[in-house]
C-alpha cells in the first residue's frame, strides 16, 4: 500500500471556524490531490498540486485553499467552514511522469462535520 | 455536464454469478479509463484500466471492455464473491493528463 496518511480522521467543528485537513506521503510521488466524497457526487477533485508551492484548482475549489510547502505534505483549509462543506475528504498521490496511466493512490480519508 | 455517468447506482448479484457494472462517457478525447473499488470508511484502490487502443483488458476475475463508437465500459466480474461488495467508481482521462474525472460510483452487493 503506498505511504499515505490524512490527518485528523474525524472532526466535528462549528460554522465560520477555520479548519485545515493534512495529507503526508512517504512515497515521493510528485502529485497529490484533494477530493470531497458527497452522496450522488461520487469524488470530485477540489485542488490540486503538481509540485512543492505549485497548485491548481478542481472542480469545486470554492471556500478551499491549500498549501505544499515540502513533497510529503500538502494542505487542505476550509478558511470559515460551512455546513455544505460536511463530507468526506480523500487525499491521493501519483507519479504521473509520463506513464501511461495517471494511476491514483488514495489515502483514508477525513470525515468532517460542520455542524 | 457530466463527463462520466455511472448510471445504476445499484446493484444486487448472488454468488457465483457474473457483476456487470457499466459507465458511459461523452467526450471520445478520453483515452485511459480505470475503475476502483471503495468499502466503507476506506479509501478508493485501483482495480483495473484500459487504454483507448485496446477492448478488452483482464486481470483474474475481472475484465474491462471498451466500447469507443459507444463511449461505452464495463466491468465484468466473474465469480462475483462476497467480498467484492463495494462501490465501484470508474474514472476517465486523456493521455499526458494529471487529472481523472470520477463517475458517482455504483454499489455492488454480493449475497452468498
Known amino acids: 500500500d503506498a505511504g499515505i496518511t490524512q490527518s485528523p480522521r474525524h472532526k466535528v467543528t462549528e460554522t465560520g471556524t477555520p479548519v485545515t485537513l493534512r495529507c503526508h506521503q512517504t512515497e515521493n510521488h510528485r502529485y497529490m490531490y484533494w477530493y470531497r466524497q458527497d452522496p450522488g457526487h461520487g469524488l470530485r477533485l477540489i485542488h490540486y498540486s503538481y509540485g512543492v508551492k505549485d497548485t491548481d484548482k478542481g472542480e469545486v475549489s470554492d471556500g478551499y485553499s491549500v498549501s505544499r510547502s515540502k513533497t510529503e505534505d500538502f494542505l487542505l483549509t476550509l478558511e470559515s467552514a460551512t455546513s455544505s462543506q460536511t463530507s468526506v475528504y480523500f487525499c491521493?498521490?501519483?507519479?504521473?511522469?509520463?506513464?501511461?496511466?495517471?494511476?491514483?493512490?488514495f489515502g483514508p480519508g477525513t470525515r468532517l462535520t460542520v455542524l | 455536464d457530466q463527463q462520466v455517468k455511472q448510471n445504476s447506482p445499484s446493484l444486487s448479484v448472488q454468488e457465483g454469478r457474473i457483476s456487470i457494472l457499466n459507465c458511459d462517457y461523452t467526450?471520445?478525447?478520453?483515452?485511459?479509463f480505470l475503475w476502483y473499488k471503495k468499502y466503507p470508511a476506506e479509501g478508493p484502490t485501483f482495480l483495473i484500466s484500459i487504454s483507448s487502443i485496446k477492448d478488452k483488458n483482464e486481470d483474474g476475475r475481472f475484465t474491462v471492455f471498451l466500447n469507443k463508437s459507444a463511449k461505452h465500459l464495463s466491468l465484468h466480474i466473474v465469480p462475483s464473491q462476497p467480498g467484492d461488495s463495494a462501490v465501484y467508481f470508474c474514472?476517465?482521462?486523456?493521455?499526458?493528463?494529471?487529472?481523472?474525472?470520477f463517475g458517482k460510483g455504483t454499489k455492488l452487493t454480493v449475497n452468498p
Open positions: 467526450n471520445s478525447m478520453f483515452d485511459y
Open positions: 474514472a476517465i482521462t486523456q493521455g499526458g493528463s494529471e487529472k481523472l474525472v
Open positions: 491521493a498521490i501519483s507519479d504521473f511522469g509520463g506513464r501511461e496511466v495517471n494511476e491514483q493512490f
